[in-house]
């Protein structure tokens, strides 16, 4: 099969998709930045001693000059002083604007060096090398990168800085999988789930009916499970490459699972909070009467048996749900948009979701 391919506006970035494939990143590197003669590696903390020497001997046995700088995956190291170590790292190391930065690591990873190599020299080369479910599925490709920022308030503002940066290249190498935590593993999923039912409702039955390999890690049905979803999130940015419009389906479940995220952040993860979202979700498009035959409760059983929650874990007011997203009356700014679906694979946005409607979602959720 070939494979997966996002057509931007400063040409095709292929999304490859296969076991062992750190061993060929020296090899796609130069062909997807035939100019580079130095990478800066910028690997995740997390795979240093397991993922990083397979990356960096495949890149030097294909004759290029390797610097390595490490990065934590934390979201208060997701900032604009440790994008200043990865720009001192480039400058110390005499990089050109034709080498190239090469991540290696999960979505914090990813963004933070995507944003370094968005803004060095006015932006050089960038490869996505991507080990976890989540960064392969979805933060690699698209071309988003950025940074966190203290808010004036205190607290963290989630990627207030940043810029487009296509990537040259992605390789998903599925056998990284294997070391990754059931957790981030199953947050992973999570936007699996949400992909195929924007887009490939024969997906979640393929999901469904191959879940004890998915689950077990196995790597025939991790392939098919990173390129399939790949493959819908790449056909969704080609279309709408700075989220002008259709991008914003892939939000579906991402309202209502931001607002559990902020309030509950100490006992939800983003994957588990958009889960909850995506079956509040389906109860809203039904509420909406856009799918009146939707069945939340198939969504989450879906979810549930790649074990993810379904319901919100604890009590909380649903008034501040509505704060946190932004659809009480004063912080709305008049506009209530939700992304819904009109039926399985056809999302689209609501402008003005009514009360009944959140309620409806927050109901199938427990809150
Ligand atoms: N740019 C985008 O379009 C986009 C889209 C979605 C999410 N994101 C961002 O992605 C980030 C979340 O990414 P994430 O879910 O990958 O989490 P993460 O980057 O925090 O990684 C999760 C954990 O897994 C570890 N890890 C990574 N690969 C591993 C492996 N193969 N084996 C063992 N451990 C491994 C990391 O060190 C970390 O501890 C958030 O900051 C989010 O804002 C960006």
Known sequence: ???????????????????????????????????????MLAVDEGVRTRWAPAAHASLEAAGLRVHVVPLQADENEKSIAAVERVWAAMLQAGMQRGDALVALG????????G?????????????????????????????????????????????LAGAFHAPSWVLCDVDTLATLSDRDFRCGLAECVKHALIADPAMLRWMRGTCASILAREPVALEELVRRS?????????RDEFECGERAHLNLGHTFGHALE?????????????????????AASRAAGWWPDADPAEVAAALAQVGLPTKVPTSVDRATL???????????????????????????VLDDATDAIVDAGWSAVGA
């Open 106 to 113: 999960g979505g914090i990873a990813g963004d933070l060096a």
């Open 230 to 238: 790949v493959a819908i999130k790449a056909a969704v940015v080609s």
């Open 115 to 159: 944003f370094a190599a968005a803004t060095f020299l006015r932006g050089i080369p960038l490869v996505m090398a991507p080990t976890t479910l989540l960064a392969m599925v979805d933060a690699s490709i698209g071309g988003k990168t950025a940074v966190n920022l203290p808010l004036p308030k205190g607290g963290l503002g989630k990627n």
């Open 1 to 39: 099969m070939a494979d997966p391919c996002v057509h931007g506006s400063r040409g095709d970035c292929a999304i490859s998709v296969r076991r062992g494939g750190l061993s060929v990143l020296g090899e796609g590197v130069r062909k997807a930045v035939p100019g580079a003669r130095v990478i």
């Open 262 to 282: 902020s309030v509950l952040h100490d006992r939800l993860r983003h994957g588990e909070a958009v889960a909850i979202g995506l079956v509040a979700a389906v």
């Open 322 to 348: 509505n704060v946190a997203m932004g659809f009480d009356k004063k912080g709305s700014g008049g506009r209530r948009r939700l992304v819904l679906l009109r039926g399985p694979g056809q999302p689209a």
